[in-house]
């Protein structure tokens, strides 16, 4: 099983970055995915959610408006659209996968950087 990460980097205030979690290993369409993050500090946070089939997506009250989730099961693939990014996104950002039925069948990748600085 393998969640790779990538897209992330240092980006100005205001900007924006696309991050995407490539998986491979499991059957793709049978998770939901997630993105969390964590700032130095602080515990890990959910970001952002969306279901199997891509129709339902949930958000943090903090990127609601921002940051879109999608994902593409024909490549394998979800991504984190991030806009008006400011200094409190700075943050590790992390791809997960969790079945849609079974509650312990959960993969996290390694998680990227992201930094947001003038």
């Known amino acids: 099983v393998q969640l790779v990460e990538s897209g992330g980097g240092l980006v100005q205030p205001g900007g924006s970055l696309r991050l995407s979690c490539a998986a491979a290993?499991?059957?793709?369409?049978?998770?939901?995915m997630n993105w969390y993050r964590q700032a130095p500090g602080k515990e890990r946070e959910l970001v952002a959610r969306?279901?199997?089939?891509?129709?339902?997506?949930t958000y943090a009250d903090s990127v609601k408006g921002r940051f879109t989730i999608s994902r593409d099961n024909s490549k394998n693939t979800v991504y984190l659209q991030m806009n008006s990014l400011t200094s409190e996104d700075t943050a590790v950002y992390y791809c997960s996968a969790a079945h849609r039925l079974i509650s312990a069948l959960v993969y996290w990748g390694q998680g990227i950087q992201v930094t947001v600085a003038s």
């Open positions: 969306i279901s199997s089939v891509g129709d339902i997506r």
């Open positions: 290993g499991f059957t793709f369409s049978f998770y939901k």
